[in-house]
């Protein structure tokens, strides 16, 4: 199927890609680059935030476990005063 207006001969009617759309894309292209050059940096700072806030987590985790693991969440096992205190 051929279009109609190629059949006319015409001068007027474009076949190509003209100068200016093609700087119209590049443009358009670099804006989008561009965008993600600048995504880059906080991605980076987002994710060592996150590595950050787990190591956080992982060590509250730790720690209560090894609350748990002493005894300590008992208080009947808790030692009061100079009892309690180990001699030096």
């Known amino acids: 199927m051929t279009c109609p207006h190629l059949r ?5 009617i474009s076949r190509g890609v003209s100068v200016l759309e093609v700087l119209i ?10 965008g993600v050059i600048l995504l ?3 991605a980076d700072h987002q994710m ?12 509250g985790v730790n ?3 090894d609350f748990e693991a002493r005894g ?13 205190v180990a001699e030096r």
């Open 48 to 59: 060592n935030r996150g590595f950050m806030l787990e190591r956080a987590s992982q060590t």
């Open 8 to 12: 006319t001969g015409n001068p007027r």
């Open 25 to 34: 894309s590049i443009g358009v292209a670099s804006i989008g680059l561009l």
């Open 63 to 65: 720690a209560v476990r």
């Open 72 to 84: 300590m969440h008992d208080p009947t096992t808790w030692m009061w005063g100079a009892r309690g």
């Open 40 to 42: 880059v940096p906080l």
